[in-house]
């Protein structure tokens, strides 16, 4: 695997992992 | 009559979210995302994501609860309401036709995965050792080819009435006591099935030491390096947006349909965006992680390219079992595999119904128990030519217009309607009406303007790359041409059949009105 194939894998599952983050600690703390 | 609700946040969105994580999510995109660039794909398939796939989302969510707000849970009675012209409703025969046309084919499919579970738990998968006898044994058990595995079609017909009772089990049980049940129990088991089969494939390392370079390294390298040259090539960058389309299950109409079963006071915004991330990390966390590492590792890349090209059939039905075969424990995995597989399906299929009994209940005041037998005995029906004729491009048409034409020219409808006709931003309150968050402005503009010129301009590509083709079936075997008329045929009479029902319903409904008046 190249440096830039580890880069992208890495901001690809880093945006998928925000999203499932940032909606779930919001449906879960919020109301 | 009063109309259901969903019981709970969490319930509609795994719904929403088991209808969007289906087949595609495991065997399509890491398929596409493979011959399109690697990681260079990743580009246009999340500006596709941003600037449609979670705008679209947003949109039907929205036109579905106001909808149901009005007693309607299809399109005929959505876009009337929005459109205020009596043409309207006739547009939104799509939303209910593009689903049911897609439930013909999918049914089938979702029951091949039924018996492949049976098959690998019971042992019965691992007498084919060579790609040619697993292809012999899907062909066989299909009904496509005569050979030694299977004497008829008998076996895939029973695992066909086993889903297809199943499926309308579910419906008939209803939004809450049926939908969203499945949904809570299924989406929990399908991730945590797809995190096991993940980090089998991820923990391979170096299986064979005289072939260091068949490392699960280079596996993902060879999902994930990227080709920058592809960036320039416009046919990678439709694959990438038609990919956001299919795995977000936006554009069928099914999405608008589990949205009128909300109220009022229930966000939209939040629950749109999570049913969205949920769908991506099963698409490309998981998906990207199973299918082609595997394949390259026991294959290499020559043969992992192959398998990529071979269809999505091909890798799900033949490739998988036959790497489940090389490692320990492999028909306990497969059968998981093929479990998954069935669990993303079943959740998708009782979307894809759900329309048409919504119709029914909703413009026919029919009972739920009622419009479920209606509806079950009609699809059974419609399921037999593409079980029987699956061999002869039936399946294949069936899906160019249920799968793709028709996802593109509703989608444009919709997000019209909603931006131009209601007005963006009467939308756009409608949308943060409860709304756990609020979006950010700019999706404003993207909503607008954005979003529709990218539908408008992908409909005029489809029309212009694809349509002309499958219009005049070039490349298309003169034996199956009938059998492509047929399938043609059963869509027109289908969509004569839902257009017809919808004029009876609002002649009906303008009858009922004067005589209250």
């Known amino acids: 695997m190249t440096i830039s194939g580890m880069i992208f894998m890495a901001l690809s ?12 600690s919001k449906l879960l703390g919020g109301k | 009559m009063a109309r259901e609700h969903w019981s709970t946040r969490i319930g ?10 289906g087949l595609g999510n495991f065997l399509r995109f890491p398929a596409k995302a493979t011959l399109n660039g690697g990681g260079a794909f990743m580009v246009p398939y ?26 309607h849970g299809t399109a005929p009675g959505m876009f009337d309401d929005i459109g205020k012209r009596s043409f309207m409703k006739y547009l939104g025969t799509i939303g209910i036709l593009g689903p049911f046309v897609i439930l013909i084919y999918y049914m089938y499919i979702e029951s091949w995965a039924l018996a492949y579970a049976w098959f690998s738990f019971s042992g019965a998968l691992f007498t084919p050792e060579a790609v040619a006898d697993m ?22 017909y029973l695992f066909f009435i086993v889903t297809f009772l199943l499926n309308f089990y579910f419906i008939y049980k209803g939004i809450s006591g049926g939908i969203e049940k499945l949904s809570r129990i299924g989406m929990p088991i399908l991730i945590l099935l797809g995190v096991m089969l993940a980090a089998r494939v991820l923990t391979l390392g170096t299986p064979d030491p005289a072939q260091p370079e068949l490392s699960i390294g280079n596996a993902l390298g060879f999902v994930w390096n990227p080709d920058f040259s592809k960036l320039l090539d416009a046919k990678v960058w439709m694959e990438a947006t038609g990919q956001i389309f299919f795995t977000l299950s936006v554009g069928i109409g099914v999405i ?13 915004a939040l629950s749109g965006l999570t049913s969205s991330a949920t769908n991506e990390f099963c698409e490309v966390i998981l998906g990207a992680s199973i299918v082609i590492p595997a394949a390259f590792i026991f ?27 090389k490692i320990p424990m492999g028909p306990i995995f497969a059968g998981l595999w093929f479990l998954l597989l069935f669990i993303a399906a079943i959740t998708s299929s009782v979307s894809l119904i759900q329309p048409a009994v919504s119709f029914l209940e909703d413009e026919f005041r029919m009972t739920r128990e009622r419009a479920t037998v209606v509806l079950g005995a009609v699809a059974f029906a419609a399921c037999q030519p593409a079980i029987f004729f699956l061999g002869q491009g039936f399946v294949d048409e069936l899906d160019f217009w249920g799968g793709t034409m028709f996802l593109v020219i509703f989608a444009t409808i919709e997000t019209i309607l909603f931006a131009w006709v209601l007005g963006i931003d009467k939308a756009w309150d409608e ?37 002309p083709d499958v219009l005049m079936m070039k490349g298309v075997d003169a034996a199956n041409k009938p059998y492509i008329w047929g399938a043609r045929a059963l869509i027109l009479s289908i969509w004569a059949a839902i257009t017809v029902m919808v004029a009876i319903a609002w002649k009906r409904r303008s009858r009922s009105a004067r005589e209250q008046a």
């Not at chain 2, 969105?13 to 209808?19: K, L, N, Q, Y």
């Not at chain 2, 890349?301 to 489940?324: D, K, Y």
Request: glycine fraction near 12%; aromatic fraction near 18%; charged fraction near 10%.
């Open chain 1, 13 to 24: 599952w880093g945006v998928v992992l925000f999203l499932m983050y940032y909606s779930f």
């Open chain 2, 12 to 21: 509609v969105i795994m719904a929403v979210a088991g209808s969007a994580v």
């Open chain 2, 46 to 71: 999340f500006v596709a994501l941003l600037l449609l796939g979670i705008p679209l989302m947003w949109i039907e969510w929205t036109i579905g609860r106001m909808g149901g707000l009005r007693g």
């Open chain 2, 135 to 156: 292809k012999g044994f899907l062909y066989g058990y299909i009904g496509v080819a005569q050979n030694g595995f299977f004497s008829s079609l008998a076996p895939a």
């Open chain 2, 256 to 268: 608008l349909t589990y949205a009128s079963y909300l109220k009022k006071e229930d966000d939209l």
């Open chain 2, 299 to 325: 294959f290499g890349s020559q043969g992992a390219l192959e398998v990529a090209q071979s269809g999505t059939f091909n890798l799900g039905f033949v490739t998988m079992p036959l790497i489940f075969g």
């Open chain 2, 431 to 467: 949308l943060h009406e409860g709304s756990a968050i609020r979006i950010p402005r700019i999706y404003k503009f993207i909503m607008k303007y954005i979003t529709p010129a990218y539908l408008l301009g992908l409909l005029g590509v489809y029309a212009w790359q694809m349509l």
